[in-house]
């Protein structure tokens, strides 16, 4: 069984820009979660879409936004970047509400 | 809010040399607690899920424990292949709330 794929694995932008990220769960999974892990604040929580609602969002500002497809698949944007948003950006899936399962995710570096 | 703190914050070990992670909680009506192990770069790998206490998983040299407020990870006769970021974390509101993690490093 395939596990969660992101792309791109690297991108390299500068302040100001807006980015993409997608996601693609394991097959069967409803549930996609987004986290931002940075060596100063750890894991944390961005968003979580199941049947493309949104149920939870994080504490982060509205310049990030995200949204889940019908087949599962979601995407994350960053808009306006600033360097405090380099970070390896995580994608996890999940069958709805237990254990999630993590993708290789995707180095973000704002220059 | 859900707490969770992981101790020591870096744990050097000789090879062989058998030690324990401590993960603490505080979450009004535990739903789970997971263990996973990242790698440098990596997202992080699933190892176990905990769910009431008394609770043991075990996984190769690794065994994860649960009471009402903590959870251990003991690894047993560490091999350098274990280095790793082992971080906890627990459930609420369709979100993960993560430890800060315990990075392990094994010299042969």
């Known amino acids: 069984k395939a596990g969660v794929t992101q792309t791109p694995r690297y991108l390299i932008k500068t302040r100001g820009q807006q980015v993409t990220l997608s996601c693609s769960p394991i097959?069967?999974?409803?549930?996609v979660s987004w986290y931002q892990q940075t060596p100063g604040q750890g894991l944390q929580f961005l968003f979580e879409y199941f049947s493309e609602t949104q149920r939870n969002k994080g504490n982060f500002p509205g310049r990030f936004s995200g949204r889940q497809f019908s087949n599962s698949r979601s995407e994350m944007n960053v808009s306006t970047l600033e360097l405090g948003d380099s970070a390896l950006y995580l994608c996890?899936?999940?069958?709805?509400?237990?254990?999630?399962?993590f993708g290789p995710g995707t180095r973000l570096t704002v220059l | 809010e859900d707490q969770v703190t992981q101790s020591p914050e870096a744990l050097r070990l000789q090879e062989g040399e058998s030690s324990s992670l401590n993960c603490s909680y505080t979450v009004s009506g535990l739903r789970g607690l997971f263990w996973y192990r990242q790698d440098p770069g990596k997202g992080p790998e699933f190892l176990f899920t905990l769910y009431s206490a008394g609770e043991e998983k075990e996984k190769e040299r690794l065994k994860a424990t649960l009471t009402k407020k903590e959870s251990f990870l003991h690894i047993t006769a560490p091999k350098p292949e274990d280095s790793a970021t082992y971080l906890c974390a627990v459930p609420n509101d369709y979100k993960l709330s993560f430890g800060a993690g315990t990075t392990v490093t094994v010299r042969a």
């Open positions: 996890a899936s999940s069958w709805g509400n237990n254990e999630q399962f």
């Open positions: 097959s069967g999974h409803r549930s």
